[in-house]
């Protein structure tokens, strides 16, 4: 759900002309809050009550989710003016979501969720998924169909079809795959 508001909060800000009806209102900064909010606070509170890592390491994985996104968040270049993120987007409900749907084990958990706090600060651009020029409608179509596919995952929970669960992983594939291809090349 996050997915889809994030992804139509600024179409439908743009139509009611929001920018021009409250010239004072910043909207970028009201976006970067529920942002941070959804994407990376949400995520962090169910790292804790899940479960997913083990207790000793739940203040540090975290905070490290937390402070390493904060600064994410603040960096001027976070998004560039060519539509890309520099440093690991902050995902986290993304990451999550797979962690916790897969079983994984917690220390595997641990490794993950650290190394994606490592590569908030690694300067490797990502693809801004609706607004990046190349291969913009293959990675609209993909994205869509894997919304689907998540939301059809949800629904089946607690017993996910393994076909939908690991195909759903197709996606976040190719994101990785594009972005680093694109990155590579600037």
Avoid: C
């Amino acid at each position: 759900m996050t997915i889809i508001i994030d992804s139509t909060d600024g179409v439908f800000a743009r139509a009611a002309r929001v920018s021009q009806r409250l010239p004072w209102f910043n909207g970028a900064k009201l976006d970067d809050i529920v942002d941070y909010l959804t994407y990376v606070f949400v995520p962090a509170i169910f790292v804790w009550r899940a479960l997913l890592v083990p207790e000793a390491w739940t203040v540090p994985v975290a905070s490290a989710m937390l402070l390493s996104s904060a600064y994410g968040f603040n960096r001027d270049d976070a998004k560039t003016s060519d539509h890309f993120f520099t440093g690991f987007p902050s995902y986290w409900n993304l990451v999550v979501f797979y962690l916790f749907v897969l079983h994984t084990a917690q220390m595997f958990n641990v490794i993950v969720l650290l190394a994606f706090a490592v590569l908030v600060f690694v300067p490797i651009r990502y693809v801004y998924p609706s607004r990046t020029p190349r291969l913009r409608g293959v990675t609209v179509m993909l994205g869509v169909l894997w919304g689907i596919a998540l939301l059809v995952t949800v629904w089946q929970l607690p017993a996910v079809s393994p076909v939908l669960l690991w195909g759903s992983l197709v996606f976040p594939a190719y994101y990785m795959i594009l972005s680093l291809a694109v990155g590579w090349r600037r």
